[in-house]
């Protein structure tokens, strides 16, 4: 079993920046694919990026490729997502999810909040 925390969300101007955490529970969470996922008010919850379990390999929405950046410390056994450049329309709550694989996402975190004001 794998609990995770998301922190680090909040207000911020549109071209600002943040960066999420994700704190996660349990001695395996270095071998746990890592992913962040963000919902809009009224819209489905979307992919935002993802990471293998020895960071080792990345891959990001195009709407955010070149602004957030995640990364992990198996150390501290966290992820984050540095945000950058941030958008109005990167308003959502921003969820962070391990699994197995990409494929099987297992244990999610209750989210946080990102307000982008223009």
């Known amino acids: 079993q794998v609990q995770l925390v998301e922190s680090g969300g909040g207000l911020v101007q549109a071209g600002g920046s943040l960066r999420l955490s994700c704190a996660a529970s349990?001695?395996?969470?270095?071998?746990?694919?890592m992913g962040w996922f963000r919902q809009a008010p009224g819209k489905e919850r979307e992919f935002v990026a993802r990471?293998?379990?020895?960071?080792?390999?990345?891959l990001y929405a195009g709407s955010v490729k070149g602004r957030f950046t995640i990364s992990r410390d198996n150390a501290q056994n966290t992820a984050y997502l540095q945000m950058n450049s941030l958008k109005p329309e990167d308003t959502a709550v921003y969820y962070c999810?391990?699994?197995?694989?990409?494929?099987?996402?297992?244990?999610w975190g209750q989210g946080t909040q990102v307000t982008v004001s223009s």
């Open positions: 990471i293998t379990w020895s960071g080792g390999s990345t």
């Open positions: 999810a391990a699994g197995t694989n990409f494929s099987s996402l297992d244990y």
């Open positions: 349990g001695r395996t969470f270095s071998r746990y694919a």
